[in-house]
């Protein structure tokens, strides 16, 4: 039980304790980030992926998801880009809201809420705005998918909701082709 739920529980324990020994002493404190430094080293040298002990809570890996984005979008054509760096980016499919086929993914969603979000599609269940954003932290390398866990819902919700809402006049808007209709060329 103990050992599908962490990747190496002696590791884990010895840490831990430490740790928890750094209440009443700063040196057993110091001790657990060396012994926590020094097994991630080992980690990396025997080309482990780390944090080996870390618990599975957050998993990195899983099945293909499908991100569907505002591709006129500054910000979110941006974190596209970036999405794409990462090494979990083959576990992500990315399509524009604008295509034909991502409206066919979600047919009974509302246009407005459709436009208002991204969306992430993973084995048919559909999340959207900043739960669609902690489903890509999953895919996300450890530091961020650390404060993504760390962050409460209560957090998250009003800032991706307001970053959604204003993200052209923060950002700006891409324009398809050479000219936005705004700016027509006389």
């Not at 590791?11 to 980030?33: D, I, K, M």
């Not at 899983?62 to 910000?75: F, I």
């Not at 941006?78 to 999405?83: C, F, P, Q, T």
């Not at 979600?106 to 669609?132: C, F, L, N, W």
């Amino acid at each position: 039980m103990i050992r599908a739920w962490l990747r190496n529980p002696w590791e884990t324990v010895a840490v831990a304790t430490l740790a928890a020994a750094g209440v009443f002493s700063p040196y057993a404190l110091a001790a657990a980030a060396l012994l926590f430094a020094a097994l991630e080293i080992a980690a990396g040298l025997r080309n482990l992926e780390g944090p080996r002990w870390w618990p599975s809570l957050w998993p990195r890996g899983g099945a293909t998801v499908t991100v569907l984005y505002d591709s006129h979008c500054v910000l979110c054509s941006r974190s596209k880009e970036k999405l794409e760096r990462w090494r979990t980016a083959p576990l992500m499919r990315f399509l524009p809201l604008e295509s034909p086929e991502a409206r066919a993914l979600v047919p009974d969603m509302e246009e407005k809420r459709y436009q208002g979000a991204m969306h992430v599609i993973e084995e048919g269940r559909i999340t959207s705005g900043h739960e669609g954003w902690y489903r890509l932290m999953k895919l996300a390398p450890l530091p961020l998918a650390l404060l993504a866990r760390m962050t409460p819902t209560f957090v998250a919700r009003p800032l991706y909701a307001a970053v959604a809402r204003n993200r052209y006049r923060w950002f700006g808007k891409l324009c398809e082709g050479s000219t936005c209709q705004v700016h027509v060329k006389a």
